[in-house]
């Protein structure tokens, strides 16, 4: 009896988890996919969505030259802490144009759009 229950309950909340992240992926795939690509002295080290949905993402950066952390939320992605002199690329915030990348010059890192395969114009979406 008591098992039968727990088994329920458990089914009940890998379902509800299950639904969560599908729902999660439907919505990253309809914002157009956009995606982001995060680049250490010319070295592409992380690629991924340019938002997360509900826990952001943290992508810590961590080179000879310093650590920058980045973070990954609904809102976009930005530098959440750095250990650079200037703190620039924390008081840029999030990164919103393709032309204008997250730049961390100390520590040569640049956090940008990625340009997604196939696509055409950025600007092609219509209500
Ligand atoms: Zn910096």
Redesign the pocket.
Known sequence: MRNKTVRACIFAVLAVFLLALAGTVLTLRRDGGESIEIVSDGTVVYSGPAKAEGEPVYVPVQTERGM?LVRIDAEGVC?ES?D?P?????SSGYLKSAYLPVV?L??RLVIRFAKTPGEGAPDAVSE
């Open positions: 920058n530098v750095a650079c200037g703190q620039e690329c924390v961390c100390p520590h």
